[in-house]
């Protein structure tokens, strides 16, 4: 495990668009083709790696094919240590417009549009979670890492149909191995209080 990390981490430094390959590269097991999203249906979403979520919403369209920026719907994540799951009012900001152009679209659509009718928000299932006894402060590793560090902790989700986790955020190990990497400090009281 540790020697994983290591060799994971040397290619981090050496090259930054290596990363982002190989990433992408570990993750094409779930990836429609290369050549844009696929059509795809929430049935499908089954086959996929990450849980479910109550509508099927696809990061290979929004982030990927329409090259929507990350920090568009995560817009604290450089400022507050959690980057925000976007609120309804982002989302209708295009689909009070957008109906979607083939049924499938049009009905995961429609469920968004029926729960902003209802006023009920959509419990999206949490996925990276790090235990309650550390601090993990987003903010600061988009400061130092750059505004789409983003692929080092959470694989190339602009080209996940279904966000799942590629890294086990919630272990010391991986934290450690980082921060020692880059010079970044190891007391224990800097992710624990
Ligand atoms: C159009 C809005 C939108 C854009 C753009 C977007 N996201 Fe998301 N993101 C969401 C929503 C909604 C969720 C919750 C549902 C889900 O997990 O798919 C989410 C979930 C996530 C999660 C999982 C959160 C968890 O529960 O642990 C990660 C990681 C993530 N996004 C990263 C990214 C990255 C990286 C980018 C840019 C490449 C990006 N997002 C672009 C809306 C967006
Ligand atoms: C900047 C405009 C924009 C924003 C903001 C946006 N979308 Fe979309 N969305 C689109 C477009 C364009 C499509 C493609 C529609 C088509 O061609 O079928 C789309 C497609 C979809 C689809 C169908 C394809 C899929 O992803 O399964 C869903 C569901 C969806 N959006 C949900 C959301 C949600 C939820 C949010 C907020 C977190 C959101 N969208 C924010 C523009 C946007
Ligand atoms: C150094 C590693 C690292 C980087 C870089 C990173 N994240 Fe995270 N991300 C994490 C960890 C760890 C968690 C779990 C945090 C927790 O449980 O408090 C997480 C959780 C999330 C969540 C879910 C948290 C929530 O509020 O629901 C989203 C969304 C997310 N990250 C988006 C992003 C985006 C977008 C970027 C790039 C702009 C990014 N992350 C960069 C490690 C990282
Ligand atoms: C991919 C590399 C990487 C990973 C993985 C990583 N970090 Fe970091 N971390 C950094 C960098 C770079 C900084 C920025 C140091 C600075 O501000 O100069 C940082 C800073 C921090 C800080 C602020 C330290 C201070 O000086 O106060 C905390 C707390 C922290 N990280 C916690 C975590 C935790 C918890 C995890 C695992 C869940 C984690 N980090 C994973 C690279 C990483
Ligand atoms: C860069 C961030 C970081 C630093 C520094 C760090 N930890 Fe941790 N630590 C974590 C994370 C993330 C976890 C959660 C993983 C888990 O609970 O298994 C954790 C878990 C733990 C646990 C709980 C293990 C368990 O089985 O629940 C202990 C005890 C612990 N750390 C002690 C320490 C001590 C002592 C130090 C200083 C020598 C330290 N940590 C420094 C991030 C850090």
Same mark, same amino acid.
């Given at each position: 495990?540790?020697?994983?990390?290591?060799?994971?981490?040397?290619? %981090?430094?050496?090259?930054?668009?290596? %990363?982002?390959?190989?990433?992408?590269?570990?993750?094409?097991?779930?990836?429609?083709?290369?050549?844009?999203?696929?059509?795809?249906?929430?049935?499908?979403?089954?086959? =996929?790696?990450?849980?479910?979520?109550? &509508?099927?919403?696809?990061?290979?369209?929004?982030?990927?094919?329409?090259?929507?920026?990350?920090? =568009?719907?995560? =817009?604290?994540?450089?400022?507050?240590?959690?980057?925000?799951?976007?609120?309804?009012?982002?989302?209708?900001?295009?689909?009070?417009?957008?109906?979607?152009?083939?049924?499938?679209?049009?009905?995961? &659509?429609?469920?968004?549009?029926?729960?902003?009718?209802?006023?009920?928000?959509?419990?999206?299932?949490?996925?990276?979670?790090?235990?309650?006894?550390?601090?993990?402060?987003?903010?600061?590793?988009?400061?130092?890492?750059?505004?789409?560090?983003?692929?080092?902790?959470?694989?190339?989700?602009?080209?996940?149909?279904?966000?799942?986790?590629?890294?086990?955020?919630?272990?010391?190990?991986?934290?450690?191995?980082?921060?020692?990497?880059?010079?970044?400090?190891?007391?224990?009281?800097?992710?624990? =209080?």
């Amino acid at each position: 495990m540790r020697k994983r990390f290591l060799v994971g981490l040397g290619a %981090v430094a050496a090259v930054t668009v290596g %990363v982002l390959t190989l990433s992408s590269r570990a993750s094409d097991a779930q990836q429609p083709a290369a050549t844009g999203p696929a059509a795809l249906t929430p049935s499908d979403s089954s086959s =996929y790696k990450g849980p479910k979520q109550p &509508i099927f919403f696809r990061h290979d369209i929004h982030a990927g094919q329409l090259k929507m920026e990350c920090q =568009y719907c995560h =817009y604290s994540v450089a400022v507050s240590s959690e980057p925000g799951i976007p609120s309804m009012q982002t989302c209708m900001g295009c689909h009070l417009a957008v109906a979607g152009k083939d049924s499938t679209n049009r009905a995961e &659509i429609q469920k968004l549009k029926d729960a902003w009718n209802e006023g009920k928000p959509v419990e999206w299932v949490r996925i990276h979670n790090v235990a309650r006894h550390v601090h993990f402060p987003h903010q600061r590793h988009i400061k130092a890492m750059g505004p789409n560090a983003c692929a080092n902790c959470h694989g190339n989700v602009a080209r996940m149909p279904q966000v799942f986790q590629v890294q086990n955020v919630n272990n010391m190990g991986w934290c450690i191995n980082c921060h020692l990497e880059r010079n970044v400090t190891r007391d224990c009281t800097a992710c624990h =209080y």
